[in-house]
């Protein structure tokens, strides 16, 4: 037990020291394959489950699909008519981001999610990819259905990736529509709110989809958040919130994608301009 | 403290990585059980000082590693629960079913207490949101309920491996 509480307190220090990061690697390469082994186990009984489930609402969504498609060919054609007119405006700007799948191509890397967060009152997952395949703290990751949060710690062959569900997560955004700026905040039991939104009839609306704006440096341009399913508005607050359902459905994350080629802005180290300093 | 319970190590290695494996397939309402800390408050009621402390430093040495929140802090929560649980312990000849379940559900509320400040004191993490109302008192009860499950081969357990100490 003496043991024990002295593995404690070295962790802690080293931890706080940066040194317990070869360790922890260390002990991680002889979990991974257990926890990979249960992670399958868990998903084979939980696809399972879900199978049932989904039949009994297969015919409900068969239908909404239909009209889904229905309404996708109409706008299909008019995105095409959009796309047209936007790639002569992007060359006429000299427009240097293109699309965000045009841009992280070359620069992604795929992986496993092999682990979550063992309480509830935070979110995090373990990623079978780290220090090895190039991954660094702060990098954007993503699945192809949007944002799933940033990599917090790096280890040579794991890494930890906080959601943007949990509840220290702060996301700059923008509503697609209106271009109103805010910042995503997760909420406890795994809620999305887009907050700090412009008082106003039109700044957002149900339905509208959420973007991250790229401001802030964290998080590039672009990228998909969610769809705005309720509007918290009070006339006497300064603010209005929108509540939002995240694309990602992070209770099935299986494989993500790690955007490696975006470098996170840091504020560390910066000064005041001169005579711009406090008192 | 017999020999058969250091071959329970690995067994708690694998319980540690199971939190966070294959415990979080078992949500409910966006919540999943804390197996480890009910296994630790449950273990600690039957056997006292020094097994509870060691259930809570393995696992919590192991959920650590797995957490994405500073090193430690599962570590100090469960501990701080096993803690409580002897405290009770010492306090009571005799327990009951329900009282065991109302404990759990307590040590709930301590282990969650006790993880955010130990992560807010180990590196400044903070929490935002009515972290009470939508997760720790369902949590509690989501933790009660899995208790009334899991307490029964534990008791079977405790009473093959070890000498019975206490009422029930």
């Not at chain 1, 593995?7 to 802690?12: A, C, N, Q, S």
């Not at chain 1, 390469?29 to 879900?50: H, K, M, N, T």
């Not at chain 2, 403290?1 to 708690?12: D, E, Q």
Request: aromatic share 8%; charged share 15%; glycine share 10%.
């Amino acid at each position: 037990m003496v043991v024990l509480g002295a593995l404690l307190i070295l962790g802690i220090v080293l931890d706080r020291i940066g040194l317990l990061n070869p360790a922890e690697g260390g002990v991680f390469r002889v979990f991974e394959p257990v926890q990979s082994a249960f992670v399958g186990i868990g998903q084979g009984v939980s696809d399972l489950v879900q199978t049932a489930r989904d039949l009994r609402d297969l015919r409900q969504r068969n239908q909404q699909l239909v009209e889904l498609v229905n309404q996708l060919a109409v706008e299909n054609v008019r995105l095409k008519e959009v796309e047209a007119e936007n790639e002569i405006l992007r060359r006429l700007l000299d427009f240097a981001q293109s699309s965000p799948g045009h841009t992280f191509k070359a620069a992604e890397v795929r992986t496993r999610v092999i682990g979550r967060q063992p309480d509830n009152i935070s979110q995090f997952i373990l990623i079978a990819a780290g220090s090895n395949d190039g991954i660094q703290a702060g990098m954007p990751v993503v699945t192809e259905r949007g944002l799933v949060g940033r990599v917090e710690t790096v280890y040579p062959t794991l890494s930890k990736v906080r959601l943007i569900i949990d509840t220290s997560s702060a996301v700059s955004a923008l509503v697609q529509r209106t271009r109103a700026t805010g910042v995503v905040k997760g909420q406890p039991g795994g809620e999305l709110v887009l907050d700090y939104l412009p008082q106003g009839q039109d700044v957002v609306a149900v339905g509208d989809v959420v973007l991250t704006s790229g401001a802030g440096g964290g998080f590039p341009r672009q990228l998909v958040i969610g769809q705005v399913i309720e509007i918290r508005q009070k006339d006497y607050e300064m603010f209005q919130q929108a509540v939002l359902r995240p694309t990602v459905d992070f209770d099935r994350l299986e494989v993500v994608l790690i955007i490696t080629n975006f470098v996170p802005l840091s504020l560390e180290g910066l000064e005041p301009a001169p005579g711009t300093a406090g008192p | 403290m017999s020999p058969w319970y250091y071959l329970l190590v690995p067994a708690l290695i694998l319980l540690g990585i199971a939190q966070s494996t294959l415990v979080p397939f078992l949500r409910i309402a966006g919540l999943y059980p804390d197996l480890i800390l009910i296994l630790v408050a449950i273990w600690s009621l039957l056997r006292g000082y020094r097994e509870g402390t060691i259930w809570a430093l393995v696992c919590g040495l192991v959920m650590d590693m797995l957490s994405g929140l500073p090193f430690g802090a599962h570590t100090l929560a469960l501990l701080a629960v096993s803690l409580l649980m002897q405290a009770v312990r010492r306090q009571v000849y005799r327990l009951t079913f329900g009282a065991v379940l109302l404990l759990v559900a307590l040590a709930t509320l301590v282990y969650y207490g006790a993880v955010m400040f130990a992560a807010w004191a180990i590196a400044g993490e903070s929490f935002a949101g009515d972290l009470l109302g939508r997760v720790i008192l369902p949590a509690a009860l989501l933790n009660a309920a899995v208790a009334a499950v899991v307490f029964w081969p534990l008791r079977w357990f405790h009473q093959m491996t070890g000498e019975q100490e206490m009422g029930w």
